[in-house]
């Protein structure tokens, strides 16, 4: 009786299995069809932001923090560098349904030690799926690479400028945030779209560097050259075949 028993629980548990087989394919395919929906966001970590007419970035309707003032809106930038590196998304990302968070750190003294983490950790209750930090500095900081291991961690992809002094990381790594070593971070070098070779200013390394793109940005006639620019493109494409 019990080996009877065994069979026909063994046949009624075949049966469910093979019927969540062919259920669960379908079930897969809805839900990432209706992530694929969705407005991606985006965040920038950078001088803040001002909006330019025919170049501007799709901004989000909430989540923007500026800590020159300390108030939850969009910072206008500290020189153009911040919009610079918005405007390149913004004609990347044209066609794409995204939105951008601003984190304007910069204040009139520079940046403070600390506005870099606490944006790190404003973009991780975000939930974006992206950040760009066209930013570098001489020092890493614990608390900075704790919020970058945790945005990280999450899921969110975080794009570096690796820096503009010339310099091979793989030797002589003091670039930060890009010589942190952390999964899901891309550090991305410049390269001369001319020639198709490094630029000279840009730092390079095997191991370090993981993308190169140019470099080279206008903004109203104003031509300008940095890792800086190469990052933002880098993200976009991230974005892009996100879609």
């Avoid at 003032?69 to 405007?87: A, D, E, F, M, R």
């Avoid at 003294?109 to 500095?137: C, D, F, M, W």
């Avoid at 779209?193 to 095997?206: E, F, L, Q, V, W």
């Amino acid at each position: 009786m019990r080996l009877v028993e065994t069979t026909y629980w063994s046949i009624y548990i075949i049966f469910i299995l093979a019927l969540a087989y062919i259920i669960l394919p379908s079930t897969t395919t809805v839900a990432t069809s209706q992530i694929s929906n969705q407005t991606i966001k985006i965040a920038i970590i950078d001088t803040g932001y001002t909006i330019l007419e025919g170049r501007n970035l799709k901004l989000c309707s909430t989540g923007h923090y500026d800590f020159s003032t300390k108030t939850p809106y969009v910072g206008l930038s500290i020189g153009n560098h911040g919009t610079k590196v918005g405007s390149i998304i913004a004609d990347e990302l044209k066609a794409y349904d995204y939105c951008a968070i601003i984190y304007k750190v910069q204040t009139a003294e520079g940046i403070p030690p600390g506005n870099i983490t606490k944006a790190l950790r404003l973009a991780l209750k975000q939930h974006v799926a992206a950040v760009n930090i066209s930013l570098t500095g001489p020092e890493q900081d614990v608390d900075e690479l704790a919020a970058l291991s945790a945005l990280t961690a999450s899921g969110t992809r975080v794009f570096i400028a690796a820096g503009n002094e010339g310099t091979n990381l793989d030797n002589n790594c003091n670039t930060y945030p890009a010589c942190y070593t952390i999964k899901n971070i891309e550090v991305i070098g410049a390269i001369d779209p001319t020639r198709h070779i490094r630029a000279s200013y840009s730092n390079y390394g095997k191991r370090r560097i993981t993308q190169w793109y140019s470099g080279d940005t206008y903004l109203d006639g104003e031509e300008d050259h940095g890792t800086s620019f190469a990052s933002p493109r880098a993200l976009s494409r991230y974005i892009r075949d996100l879609r």
